[in-house]
């Protein structure tokens, strides 16, 4: 499943395989596109290989989908 292969992105990241890493992350965003957790460890790799460009788009992804998820949540005002 996607967390499986974030968790593999991540070895591969802290191991300093990063094309590995790259291509397990792609892979994680691939099984759950809606992952914030996926798409921030892909921007994770791209940060450390350099890749800034890669990363800023990575990022902002992940920044899009926590903020449609936040905005979609019952604040806890609306449960009173």
């Known amino acids: ?4 292969w974030a968790e593999y ?4 990241r802290r191991s300093g395989r990063l094309e590995s890493a790259a ?3 792609w892979r994680a965003v691939e099984l759950n596109p809606e992952s914030v957790p996926a798409w921030t460890n ?3 790799v791209f940060v450390q290989a350099g890749a800034w460009k890669e990363a ?10 926590a903020g449609r998820n936040l905005g979609s949540a019952e604040s806890p005002a609306d449960r009173r």
Not at 56 to 65: F, T, W
């Open 9 to 12: 992105t991540s070895a591969l």
């Open 23 to 25: 291509r397990a992350g």
């Open 56 to 65: 800023r788009e990575a990022l902002e992804k992940a920044r899009d989908l």
């Open 1 to 4: 499943s996607w967390d499986v």
């Open 42 to 44: 892909l921007g994770n």
